[in-house]
């Protein structure tokens, strides 16, 4: 059997426009002499659809896109995630195989996960049949997604009491195919070859995983579809972080030669995603142009080159906003920064404006230095940044890292502002390799913004460290709380002073309502801030 990987970039709710992708795509594959072509989970609807699953019109449009594609089936056969209704009236995230213009069969993805981004039993009603898939004499494991997932020993996912899989080898499998919308984090590739590696090499069957691509929301899809063989080796892999299309002889699995490279890990992924996530965001909301407020740190630095790299210079508008506390060497870096961007950039002073509220609430009109005066100046340039969306039509980005974002260290309706928080996933340590990673062939971030001790710059000589434990202190607690969910005792274990571990916890606690009304961030770490992360705000828990 001559089998297509079709990895596409659907987005949500764009039933007609995701069923012309797989259409088109099942013409490439017919015209590439493919028996079968093969396409992600929830591929017509787009994944995570979300509420939209409750909407009947939806559910009917996706019906009508199905009976499209199962049109275009003369000749080749289709596997096709979508939401389908069930007979006893639920809702199914199935595959759908559609062969000659014909309905030829279907399955149902059984293990729904609930954890992390993942609420999918508010949705669907678990499968409950496992049986094979047959086309043209070939039996087909047919999964979606999570069903792969019960191999055990993989951190984070819990076990489930059923398996889809082992069910499935009971029957006799020549092929196991996985159609899967799973986003992206650092380590997942790793996570994801291990669970596919380890069914191939139990039940010494090849394995087709089909990935999603593409950002939706705070969501990033990184694709790297792959194949591997019956001893659990990655023979053939599609692009990370883009669009693929690939043919293979499954007859040629074992013959094929040493496993593929696999894709880079860490700032290089970390980088891509965002690219990605940041492109499809604007594309798929209907903006074009992005504005970042440079200050002449790291954080607005790596936005805005991330900005170019997914949007292009011609796109990308930054705007310096100084203040008596801002250096000389902050606005000559910001300049030098868009200069080597090659983007637009305005210098709009606000000091003007600061001093109008010194005028309002301080005697004489004198600074004080106190917070209200550090975020007034924040709510000042938040204002001019959203002027400029209003009347240009630009997304403002927030420039925030997910060490700022975790202690609070951001003004609300100031620095937080915007449509997307580009690095809100980011520790304030990988944003520096990210610098690195951006400047590997020529020197587009000023190495004086890299070196520069970071500072807010809201009032006179300020730096982040008058206010928070060194970053690399600070991340190692952030992740140790947020991302392994330890409690004091053992995060004070991996050699943290036991005060600055629970201040750093409190601050994370009392900043819960800043992040609620924050901008979206695109995810990239194993538990980022948002739907993964639900904390309430008013609580007393200590841990």
Not at 33 to 59: N, S, T
């Amino acid at each position: 059997m001559r089998i297509a990987v079709a990895q596409i970039n659907p987005t949500v709710g764009d039933i007609s426009g995701n069923t012309e992708l797989i259409v088109a795509a099942t013409g490439r594959a017919r015209e590439a002499a493919a028996d079968l072509v093969v396409f992600p989970e929830l591929a017509v609807c787009g994944y995570p659809p979300k509420d939209l699953l409750c909407r009947g019109d939806f559910l009917d449009a996706v019906e009508a896109g199905l009976d499209r594609i199962r049109a275009a089936t003369t000749g080749i056969a289709v596997l096709v995630g979508a939401p389908v209704r069930g007979e006893g009236g639920g809702l199914l995230n199935a595959a759908v195989l559609l062969c000659d213009r014909q309905v030829a069969d279907r399955t149902a993805k059984t293990l729904l996960p609930e954890y992390d981004v993942f609420d999918e039993r508010r949705y669907f009603t678990p499968g409950t049949e496992q049986r094979p898939l047959t086309l043209r004499g070939l039996r087909l494991g047919v999964t979606v997604c999570e069903d792969i997932w019960n191999i055990g020993g993989v951190a984070g996912i819990p076990p489930y009491p059923v398996d889809p899989v082992r069910m499935l080898a009971g029957q006799g499998v020549d092929l196991f195919i996985n159609l899967s919308a799973s986003p992206y984090h650092l380590g997942k590739q790793r996570q994801r070859r291990e669970v596919v590696g380890a069914v191939a090499a139990r039940y010494s069957r090849p394995v087709l995983y089909v990935n999603q691509v593409g950002g939706n929301d705070d969501l990033v899809f990184d694709g790297a579809s792959f194949l591997a063989d019956r001893r659990g080796r990655p023979v053939l892999r599609g692009q990370a972080f883009d669009s693929d299309f690939w043919v293979f002889n499954l007859e040629d699995v074992d013959r094929l030669p040493a496993p593929c490279a696999e894709p880079e890990e860490g700032a290089p992924s970390v980088y891509q995603a965002l690219v990605l996530g940041l492109k499809d965001y604007l594309r798929k909301t209907g903006f074009r142009k992005a504005v970042v407020g440079l200050s002449g740190g790291i954080d607005s630095a790596v936005t805005a080159a991330v900005a170019v790299a997914a949007l292009g210079a011609e796109n990308v508008l930054g705007v310096s906003m100084p203040s008596r506390y801002s250096s000389r060497s902050s606005l000559e870096d910001a300049r030098e920064l868009a200069r080597r961007l090659g983007i637009e950039f305005r210098v709009l002073p606000i000091d003007a404006h600061f001093q109008s509220f010194l005028n309002q609430f301080n005697p004489g009109g004198r600074a004080v230095y106190d917070l209200a005066e550090e975020n007034v100046q924040a709510r000042l340039r938040g204002n001019i940044l959203m002027f400029i969306s209003n009347r240009e039509g630009h997304l403002v980005l927030s420039t925030g890292n997910k060490s700022e974002t975790a202690v609070g260290y951001t003004t609300l309706y100031g620095d937080m502002a915007g449509g997307l928080a580009v690095l809100a996933d980011v520790p304030k340590v990988m944003v520096y390799e990210l610098a690195a990673y951006i400047n590997r062939e020529q020197e587009l971030i000023p190495y004086n913004i890299i070196r520069k001790v970071p500072s807010a710059e809201l009032r006179p000589g300020q730096v982040d460290e008058d206010s928070l434990p060194p970053y690399p202190i600070l991340d190692g607690i952030l992740q140790a709380y947020i991302e392994d969910g330890l409690p004091v005792r053992q995060i004070v274990a991996r050699g943290y002073a036991e005060p600055v571990v629970r201040r750093v916890i409190a601050m994370v606690d009392r900043a819960e309502y800043k992040r609620r009304q924050a901008a979206p961030g695109l995810k990239v770490t194993s538990k980022a801030f948002g739907p993964g992360r639900r904390f309430p705000i008013a609580q007393r828990w200590i841990p």
